[in-house]
């Protein structure tokens, strides 16, 4: 839909950057019937795979927003084909380790309603794009860039660029979305604290056929080790899409001699088998950094996604980081504009997202540094194309016990459940990054359970208005509603009682006296947990509106 560039402020949001985290608050904030417009400097779109592993809690909030999950899950990798990291000299070389990627078995559903997906994220920003396309209160204009804003006393007026010209466009708040060098960021004076540079990478996306040659082997992620093709090799789709990066010191990148004539060449090297139908489809350099933008705010300009941050891809960590921070701002900016919180509650956006970034950040380096023990693997050809050499090798000085320790370090790097599911709001995370305890507790995730009503299966996450606070409340229900209808912020009640099979067992997991109620945000997170509706824990909630809402 397409709005008059002077449309009133108050009814606007201004996103800068038609990205996954762009896309996801543009929608978002349409669920509370707030307008935006997203400007997107690219003409078109890129197909360039990137990143590839959506995580539980992402596919949740995908979920909470009524995205059509057959679409998500059709171009995703199976699980059979992406359930295993491998290690070994090349692709048609002996294994010399393996490890399980993330949590994708049966039981995972027992803490999500969506285990972890692989899929290419120009698919899943299609999705996206298709639903901002149909969402009557969300535009996105291609070819329209950013290039500088004045605040006013209630709004802000952005000047953007086009091929036709230029125009200005008023807007409540603005929301950089823009990508890791964010003008936005840059022109508002925000630095980055961390480590830059830490490496320079070269990803060559490639089409082939390799179905038959991974068969004893399938999995998402091969990590070779010979010398002369040290590398990684990503599989989007072990039919026709895959990727080879190629990690090198920061002041060694070339990007001169990465013609498709040379990336064929390492293609080769990497996979050994003949491939009739093999395609060279992109080149792309990046760098690898870790970096937090100094403060996520600034008056009434917010960042998020690769704008707030740049974490090294060793974990899967940075387009889902993107996805909360859009998950829990939004909701925050509809409180704002709708009149039921104040300008308190944007505080919280930075206090509470920038400490999950730095954590995710922190756990993302770690990951990488812990790839310097994969030396150890370091399996030059003509040894491992010798059976008898490769057997000799590994005897060599306890050499296979060490093969074996280099890669079990390796675990966290590709399962971090307990970080993706587990994190808080209201305290640092200090669990196992690769074990999930679901806890009921304020600032954590509302916990997952299966509950049956007549007759339809439903996550308790189902039972969350993303709207507004809903009141799970045990089956001796107070009157909560009337309390923050009293506050005045939009709310739900859901009473588990009898109706809802599993909820008294899923009550006596988390410790919920049947009197008892969670109070939790719009953003799936708990606000208040309470025994009953006593004068006290009436308090306790009107203490813990006031302090996040003002």
């Given at each position: ?7 009133p ?60 999950f ?114 936005v ?42 010398p ?45 088998f003949?491939m ?25 300009f ?30 925050k ?5 709708k ?20 954590q ?41 016990k ?15 459940i ?83 099979d599993?909820?008294k ?46």
């Amino acid at each position: 839909m397409a709005f008059d560039n002077n449309t009133p402020n108050d009814d606007i949001v201004l996103i800068v950057g038609g990205g996954p985290s762009g896309c996801e608050q543009a929608l978002l904030l349409a669920k509370f019937g707030i307008r935006t417009v997203i400007v997107e400097r690219l003409i078109d779109r890129s197909f360039a795979p990137k990143a590839h592993a959506m995580s539980p809690r992402t596919l949740e909030i995908c979920r909470s927003m009524g995205l059509d999950f057959d679409k998500i899950r059709a171009p995703a990798l199976s699980r059979e084909d992406g359930e295993s990291v491998f290690f070994l000299p090349r692709l048609d070389a002996p294994i010399l380790g393996k490890v399980p990627y993330e949590r994708q078995d049966d039981d995972a559903l027992e803490i999500t309603p969506t285990p972890l997906i692989n899929i290419p994220q120009p698919d899943f920003e299609e999705v996206l794009l298709e639903a901002v396309a149909n969402c009557p209160l969300t535009e996105l204009r291609r070819g329209h860039t950013w290039k500088d804003a004045q605040e006013t006393s209630d709004g802000v007026t952005s000047q953007i660029s086009t091929a036709d010209g230029s125009y200005s466009i008023d807007s409540t708040y603005v929301i950089a979305a823009d990508g890791a060098g964010s003008p936005v960021r840059q022109n508002l004076g925000i630095g980055m604290t961390g480590d830059a540079n830490v490496m320079a990478c070269m990803s060559i996306t490639f089409s082939a056929d390799l179905r038959k040659e991974v068969a004893d082997r399938p999995g998402v992620i091969y990590w070779l080790t010979d010398p002369e093709c040290n590398s990684t090799l990503l599989c989007y789709d072990p039919e026709k899409l895959w990727c080879l990066i190629c990690l090198m010191p920061y002041t060694e990148l070339d990007t001169s001699k990465y013609t498709e004539e040379h990336c064929l060449e390492l293609i080769r090297k990497a996979v050994g088998f003949e491939m009739d139908d093999l395609k060279f489809k992109f080149a792309i350099p990046w760098t690898m950094n870790s970096e937090i933008a100094e403060t996520y705010r600034k008056d009434r300009f917010f960042l998020i996604g690769d704008a707030a941050h740049r974490f090294p891809p060793s974990g899967g960590l940075g387009l889902n980081t993107g996805m909360l921070e859009g998950n829990n701002l939004a909701w925050k900016i509809a409180g704002v504009m709708k009149g039921w919180a104040t300008d308190k509650l944007l505080d919280s956006y930075e206090r509470e997202s920038l400490p999950i970034a730095t954590q995710n950040a922190d756990q993302s380096l770690a990951n990488a540094k812990r790839l310097g023990a994969l030396s150890e693997l370091s399996c030059p050809a003509e040894i491992w194309q010798s059976e008898t050499a490769f057997k000799a090798w590994l005897s060599e000085g306890g050499r296979q016990k060490r093969i074996n320790e280099a890669v079990e370090v390796q675990r966290q790097h590709f399962n971090s459940i307990g970080l993706q599911l587990g994190f808080s709001y209201s305290e640092e995370y200090t669990g196992d990054v690769e074990v999930f305890v679901p806890r009921a507790d304020v600032g954590f995730r509302m916990p997952h359970a299966w509950l049956t009503k007549d007759g339809q299966k439903m996550s308790t996450l189902d039972l969350l208005d993303p709207t507004a606070f809903t009141i799970m409340s045990g089956p001796d229900n107070g009157d909560w509603a009337a309390l923050c209808d009293e506050i005045g912020v939009p709310n739900r009640t859901v009473i588990l009682n009898d109706a809802y099979d599993g909820a008294k067992a899923w009550l006596q997991s988390i410790g919920l006296p049947k009197a008892g109620a969670l109070i939790v945000r719009p953003d799936g997170h708990i606000l208040a947990r309470v025994p009953d509706s006593s004068k006290r824990s009436l308090a306790t909630v009107k203490t813990a509106f006031a302090s996040l809402l003002g």
